[in-house]
């Protein structure tokens, strides 16, 4: 089982961006869809983006899109979020995760990361 692990996460002000990452290891994930999620204090974990396998389809909770980009570079078994402007809302711990599916749900997601911390500043 692919085996993931997050960085890139940090404290920032509000307005500026970080870019975090999600590497593979133990395995590809080139046959598979690429999450983020994010958990923030006292809430539930959410969807943030998604990738499919074919590195074109994307998709975006509301909240996060026009502002964040996700990507992916499987030759480096990698996946990337891009986020800019970011907001004070958007602290949450980030998650990247992997599914045989397109979806938004965390129970399609098998493998997941240890999460990374981002704090945002008004």
């Known amino acids: 089982q692919v085996q993931l692990g997050e960085s890139g996460g940090g404290l920032v002000q509000a307005g500026n961006s970080l870019r975090l990452s999600c590497v593979a290891s133990g395995g590809t994930f080139s046959h598979l869809t690429i999450g983020w999620f994010r958990q923030a204090p006292g809430k539930e974990r959410e969807f943030v983006a998604g990738?499919?396998?074919?590195?074109?389809?994307?998709y975006y909770a509301d909240s996060v899109k026009g502002r964040f980009t996700i990507s992916r570079e499987d030759d480096k078994n990698t996946g990337y979020l891009q986020m800019n402007s970011l907001k004070p809302e958007d602290t949450a711990i980030y998650y990247c995760?992997?599914?045989?599916?397109?979806?938004?749900?965390?129970?399609?997601?098998?493998?997941w990361g240890q999460g990374t911390q981002v704090t945002v500043s008004s």
């Open positions: 995760a992997t599914s045989f599916y397109g979806s938004r749900t965390e129970r399609d997601f098998r493998s």
């Open positions: 990738i499919l396998s074919n590195g074109q389809t994307k």
